[in-house]
């Protein structure tokens, strides 16, 4: 039987990691399967754990005023999903959608808080490789909302021009 220690240690997310370190891990570590369509999380809710995830998808997600909830990033195997648990407040900047069947391994936020806290080689470590996630999660957030405000000004432009050409035929009817 495949142990939570074997599935950390086998996560891409913790290569490199010294056995002893997983070990320690693996104690606040538990499986944690989601069906297709579970809401994981809520952008702004209590961020208390992580997820490493081994098969299936999740959506990112994020509330744009005017557009309601988009995706800014789908997250697969070997993905991390949450960071916010680590730094204070412990809120979700995100919400997040199982796309399919998700097989994840779940980190209790409050119990590897207290182990980086103990052990400062361990934090240092997980600390450095959780920043390195934040700072992809906002390139792809600023990457997809940039994108959305592209599509909107492409139809904003879109729009004007077919306005202009209601105008136009307006007063071409007017005799104008």
Do not use: K
Not at 16 to 42: H, M, N, S, Y
Not at 154 to 174: F, I, K, V
């Amino acid at each position: 039987m495949i142990t939570t220690f074997d599935l950390l240690a086998a996560h891409p997310f913790l290569t490199g990691l010294p056995a002893d370190q997983v070990e320690r891990l693996a104690r606040w570590a538990r499986r944690a399967p989601f069906r297709a369509g579970t809401r994981i999380f809520e952008e702004n809710g209590r961020a208390q754990r992580c997820w490493f995830i081994r098969d299936g998808s999740v959506e990112l997600r994020t509330r744009v005023p005017g557009r309601g909830e988009v995706v800014v990033e789908t997250l697969g195997p070997g993905s991390v999903l949450g960071w916010s648990w680590l730094f204070p407040p412990y809120r979700w900047h995100f919400a997040a959608v199982a796309v399919g069947p998700v097989l994840s391994i779940a980190l209790d936020g409050a119990g590897v808080r207290a182990l980086c806290r103990d052990d400062p080689a361990l934090g240092y470590e997980l600390t450095t490789r959780f920043m390195a996630v934040v700072v992809a999660r906002m390139q792809a957030t600023r990457l997809r909302l940039l994108d959305l405000h592209e599509a909107s000004a492409e139809g904003d432009l879109h729009q004007a021009s077919a306005e202009g050409d209601l105008h136009q035929a307006s007063a071409e009817g007017l005799g104008a």
